[in-house]
């Protein structure tokens, strides 16, 4: 059938299943906008900055696991979409970014609103494109959006100049795509398999560590089927959370810089981790070549690019986690493992996450709220720094898809868009917005969207008057020399709510947050904005500082705790040994420094 090529690409798009495309015109799309009205199945949202686009087309991604669309003009509109593309590329998030470009015969002389997007993108994007030939369109939006959505998730961007959409087309669908250079393993190689069922039936102190890629590959059954049959305790990634129900006995909350002391001792003791789709991020491990000391590495990533990037595994296993975990299953027998199970339950006993019960009004405390008013059931998006921090630690996610946060590049102003994205995809569900009074004002503007769009999205500031994770680490490492970070001048964010058509409630004691919520809740026809005035000096715990070590994390205990219990040497467990039981304890490596609060 003829066409012109903006048609082709809508026709594309429809085919690919895409309902909603979040963008923002100019003139190398008007042709593309021009014909958007003919394709009613297809929304557009009209965004306030293109950046905007690109979160809300992460966050829809992320919380429904289809592919995100964006739209954005040649230029000016394509370099405001790099921020979001580079988010998407860390955190492996499925999107296809769709740009105008000048004209063919333009392109390469500085013509008005030119940017080599192309260029610019090719270390962000697994893959771009700029069309040439309308006849090659199809076949490139096909391929588009295959690779966003196979293998590793990831960014992709098609560029297309304006000629190429007027140009006349004899469309004809693709059915099916086969790129010879880029097959994805799939299946995980049984021998490596059967290594790693035999390194988990001989480990006396194993330890799954799960990542993004097991919500990325839907393997949150299996995750549970293997913690519980060979009893593994779980720690997740801040990706990962949610991939593993928090509730669950076998559970240890996040690791890392500002995962639960639990945890990361959990990991500093294991004698086999298990990563399932996760990276080793220095986030988690610190200082690498310490991390994990005493334990052989089994790997399962569909990447074989991070197999071996940071730490050599023992036994790494390349495909889908999902499927190379089935196979797993069946070949892991169950092991009681009494011993190690009891030091967990003892690290969290000792260690609980904490914070100074002392009538202030605590971003911690706000969080704990959120998730008993919604039963830890609402899709949390954050933004970034100390309240994305709490939000982690505090919520209690129980499910996957749950969480969604700027990960890998930790981008202030990806919460309240990837919010409306989410909101977008999941109309039904509770989405809150946990932001901090720094980052809320990096992409405030998309609050009218939420408004126009009658998106009951919850909005949650955070507010200290400061940048405060930046202001944590002048007070930690630079001797409380702050520098630029106090934001004591920010706008009233109710009237900035009321500006945008939007609910707003403030908050400024502790026992005021449960009404604050539940009235939050109660608005279904707009956007809420609650600023929470919270303590302005308060930092995160517990924390191993940068390129560290486990044993230089410093942890908050409650004051009733009193000194630390001598169990930490690991030496009275040792007596405890169940005759039938075979695990032995290995101690962490005593003294492990806390400060005792
Ligand atoms: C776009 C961007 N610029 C700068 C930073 C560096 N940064 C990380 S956290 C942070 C402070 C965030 O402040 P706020 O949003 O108020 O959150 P808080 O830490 O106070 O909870 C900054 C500036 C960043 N992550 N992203």
Request: proline share 7%; net charge negative.
């Amino acid at each position: 059938m003829k066409m012109v090529g903006s048609r082709a690409l809508l026709e594309c798009l429809q085919r690919e299943g895409v309902d909603t495309i979040f963008g923002y015109p100019g003139g190398a799309v008007i042709p593309i906008y021009d014909m958007i009205y003919q394709f009613p199945a297809i929304r557009h949202i009209l965004v306030r900055h293109e950046q905007g686009a690109g979160h809300m087309a992460e966050g829809y991604a992320l919380a429904t696991g289809k592919v995100g669309v964006c739209l954005a003009t040649s230029g000016p509109g394509a370099t405001n979409l790099v921020t979001p593309i580079a988010d998407a590329m860390m955190d492996s998030v499925p999107i296809v970014a769709i740009t105008g470009q000048v004209k063919t015969a333009s392109i390469g002389t500085d013509a008005f609103q030119e940017a080599d997007i192309t260029g610019i993108t090719m270390p962000i994007t697994k893959h771009n494109w700029l069309v040439k030939d309308v006849n090659k369109l199809p076949e490139i939006i096909a391929e588009a959006f295959h690779i966003a959505r196979s293998g590793r998730p990831g960014p992709v961007l098609v560029d297309v100049p304006v000629d190429v959409c007027r140009a006349e087309i004899d469309f004809e669908p693709i059915d099916a795509v086969e790129i010879p250079s880029y097959r994805p393993t799939y299946e995980g190689h049984k021998r490596q398999i059967k290594k790693a069922a035999n390194l988990i039936a001989a480990a006396k102190r194993p330890l799954l560590y799960v990542g993004g890629g097991a919500i990325h590959s839907h393997a949150e059954n299996e995750v549970l089927d293997l913690a519980v049959k060979a009893n593994v305790p779980v720690t997740t990634t801040l990706k990962g959370l949610g991939a593993f129900p928090e509730t669950h006995p076998l559970a240890l909350g996040m690791l890392g810089m500002h995962g639960t002391a639990y945890a990361n001792y959990a990991v500093h003791e294991c004698d086999l981790l298990i990563a399932v789709g996760a990276r080793f991020d220095d986030r988690v491990t610190g200082k690498a070549d310490e991390w994990v000391p005493r334990a052989k590495i089994i790997h399962i990533d569909i990447d074989p690019a991070e197999i071996g990037k940071v730490l050599q595994p023992d036994v790494p296993i390349v495909g889908d986690v999902r499927n190379v975990l089935i196979e797993l299953l069946k070949m892991v027998e169950p092991r009681p493992a009494k011993q190690w199970v009891a030091r967990i339950q003892e690290l969290k006993r000792q260690y609980p996450l904490f914070y100074a019960p002392d009538g202030a009004l605590h971003g911690q405390q706000v969080i704990q709220e959120i998730g008993k008013a919604t039963n830890h059931r609402a899709v949390i998006v954050t933004d970034v720094g100390q309240h994305q921090m709490w939000a982690a630690q505090f919520y209690g996610f129980e499910r996957s898809h749950q969480m969604i946060t700027s990960g890998g590049l930790g981008t202030m102003g990806f919460g309240l868009p990837a919010s409306i994205g989410a909101q977008f995809g999941r109309p039904n569900e509770q989405v809150f917005c946990i932001t901090g009074d720094g980052s809320i004002q990096m992409c405030i503007q998309e609050l009218m969207v939420a408004s126009i769009y009658k998106l009951p999205i919850k909005i949650c500031i955070l507010n200290n008057q400061y940048l405060g994770m930046v202001r944590q680490w002048q007070e930690l490492f630079w001797e409380s020399r702050y520098s630029s970070v106090n934001l004591e001048s920010s706008p009233d964010f109710l009237k900035l709510a009321d500006a945008y058509g939007a609910h707003g409630i403030r908050v400024t004691r502790p026992e005021d947050i449960r009404a604050a919520l539940d009235e939050s809740i109660a608005v279904t026809d707009r956007p809420t904005v609650i600023d929470f005035r919270i303590a302005k000096e308060e930092n995160v715990f517990p924390m191993i500082p940068a390129g560290g070590t486990v044993s230089q994390m410093v942890v908050k205990r409650p004051a009733h705790f009193g000194p630390l219990d001598p169990y930490i040497s690991g030496e009275h467990i040792a007596d405890d040994c169940d005759e039938d039981d075979d695990v032995e304890i290995m101690p962490a490596q005593p003294p492990l420094p806390v400060t005792v609060n």
